[in-house]
């Protein structure tokens, strides 16, 4: 008996700009039997601006102590639908799934299966800041998100100790608090900040450390949002 298996799509949706999105990705989300999602109220805003409407399911993940991951109970609900035809769209909020975001416990399910996993690429905040940060990146760390508290002078010391350009997320809740830690660390390196890529208070501020530090200081209303930073 031949079995028929799903498809896990792999989506990329936009990071800010509802139009950084591909005709591929949009066209996929239509004809998929079901999207699958951190927050269907985020994804229910895209998908009501390009009248798709296809239903959309929460999947999230939770990190233990020390990363490990917590079994998520609708894994197995859809391993099953993947196992039994369906073709599945897997989202996140904002970007490319897998980079820093939910969602690798189910491809590496899909995978385990043998269930196809297709990527359909797009925006991603990093790639989004690296592409106007005019230096050289053909070489780059990507560090995801720093730890809120055990782990962060570790992280920073990494950082400042790389001889090629890092890379990583920030919080608006923390930046300014992981500038200043990463001023007193290292004091001679240069730094990149993007923030709100591609939405309305898009803004990229450039300097030593302490300037855009200094910068932020000065203007606090505009510690909100979501931040990328290249530290070379």
């Known amino acids: 008996m031949t079995i028929n298996l799903g498809i896990l799509y792999i989506v990329a949706t936009p990071i800010g700009n509802l139009e950084d999105i591909t005709f591929r990705a949009v066209r996929a989300l239509g004809e998929v039997d079901l999207i699958v999602c951190e ?3 985020v994804t229910k ?3 009501d601006h390009y009248g798709i409407e296809t239903q959309a399911t929460s999947f999230y993940q939770n990190l233990k102590k020390g990363g490990a991951v917590k079994p998520v109970p609708k894994l197995a609900f859809l391993t099953s639908e993947l196992k039994g035809g369906k073709k599945l769209a897997l989202v996140t909020d904002a970007g ?3 980079i820093s975001d939910p969602g ?6 899909a995978i385990a ?3 196809a996993v297709i990527p359909i690429p797009g925006v991603s905040a990093v ?3 690296a592409s106007v940060s005019g230096i050289d990146l053909s070489e780059f760390v990507f560090l995801g998100f720093p730890p809120h508290k055990k782990g962060r002078e570790t992280f920073f010391k990494r950082v400042v100790e790389f001889s090629l350009p890092v890379m990583f997320y920030e919080s608006p809740h923390r930046v300014l608090k992981n500038l200043e830690l990463l001023q007193k660390m290292e004091t001679t390196k240069q ?3 993007g923030r709100e890529l591609t939405k309305m208070f898009e803004e990229i501020v450039r300097g030593t450390v302490f300037e855009v530090l200094e910068y932020f200081q000065q203007n606090p209303s505009k510690v909100k949002g979501e931040f990328v930073i290249i530290v070379y």
Do not use: F, Y
């Open 96 to 98: 490319t799934p897998g």
């Open 104 to 109: 690798n416990q189910l491809v590496a399910e």
């Open 39 to 41: 927050d269907t109220r």
């Open 191 to 193: 730094v990149i900040l």
């Open 45 to 47: 805003r895209l998908l």
């Open 113 to 115: 299966n043998q269930i």
């Open 127 to 129: 790639t989004t800041l």
